[in-house]
Nanobody, 114 residues
Framework: QVQLVESGGGLVQAGGSLRLSCVASGRIFSISSMGWYRQAPGKQREFVAS???????NYADSVKGRFTISRDNAENSVYLQMNSLKPEDTAVYYCRMLSPRDYWGQGTQVTVSS
């Protein structure tokens, strides 16, 4: 059984920073990519950022220049450094892993106050 556990969410003022972490555990084989998605109230889940095994990164336009994704392959972990946070970044943030099956975490709440 594979589990993804996110942490690091919370309440922050606009302009502040948060760092999200996601650790995968269980029988994991050949992780191809890991990433972050988010879902705001009343909206569909959307892509935020991803990183491949070779550390190629991809970002949503809305977070480019503010968010940085990284991973620790040895620890099966992925991180999201979020700077210059805006109220519109408020959402539940989900970790995703392709290994090669598709796994999701339970989500962590990020709330940015204006």
């Amino acid at each position: 059984q594979v589990q993804l556990v996110e942490s690091g969410g919370g309440l922050v003022q606009a302009g502040g920073s948060l760092r999200l972490s996601c650790v995968a555990s269980g029988r994991i084989f050949s992780i191809s990519s890991m990433g972050w998605y988010r879902q705001a109230p009343g909206k569909q889940r959307e892509f935020v950022a991803s990183i491949t095994l070779g550390r190629t990164t991809n970002y949503a336009d809305s977070v480019k220049g503010r968010f940085t994704i990284s991973r620790d392959n040895a620890e099966n972990s992925v991180y999201l450094q979020m700077n210059s946070l805006k109220p519109e970044d408020t959402a539940v943030y989900y970790c995703r892993m392709l290994s090669p099956r598709d796994y999701w975490g339970q989500g962590t709440q990020v709330t940015v106050s204006s």
